[in-house]
Each structure stands twice: as structure tokens, then as C-alpha cells.
């Protein structure tokens, strides 16, 4: 069975391979799960922010997945 590959929104103006958009994920909250658990789930503001902006950008991926607007 043929994989489709397509490209997943990271911005409003940008589309990026799936490899590309894990690896841009992987920098955006890598050091802050890192962090959540050296703290014993306490956070910085800063990572709250990354994992809020996350959170944004992986609905966004599922919508466009699943044939919604995003």
C-alpha cells in the first residue's frame, strides 16, 4: 500500500514534509518536556508558551489531515 506524503502546515504561510515538521516539533518543545521532567512537572512560563504553540500547530496538522480548514 502506497504512502500519501503531504506536506503539513508549521505557519500560516508554510507547509512542510512530515519528516520536517517532527524535527521542527522535536526543536520547539524537546528541551521543555526535558524540563518538565527535571522539575517533577513544575514549568517555566516559556515552556508553557512552547507547549501552548505546539498544541496549536499539531490541530492545525490534524485538521488539514483529516480534510478540515485549518
Do not use: C
Request: no cysteine; proline share 3%.
Amino acid at each position: 500500500m502506497a504512502t500519501k506524503t503531504a506536506n503539513i502546515p508549521w505557519s500560516h504561510n508554510e507547509d512542510v514534509s512530515a519528516e520536517e515538521w517532527i524535527r521542527r516539533a522535536h526543536d520547539l518543545v524537546g528541551d521543555s518536556l526535558d524540563n518538565l521532567y527535571q522539575l517533577n512537572g513544575e514549568m517555566y512560563m516559556s515552556d508553557y508558551r512552547n507547549f501552548i504553540d505546539f498544541g496549536w500547530r499539531l490541530e492545525n496538522a490534524v485538521k488539514k489531515m483529516n480534510g478540515e480548514k485549518p
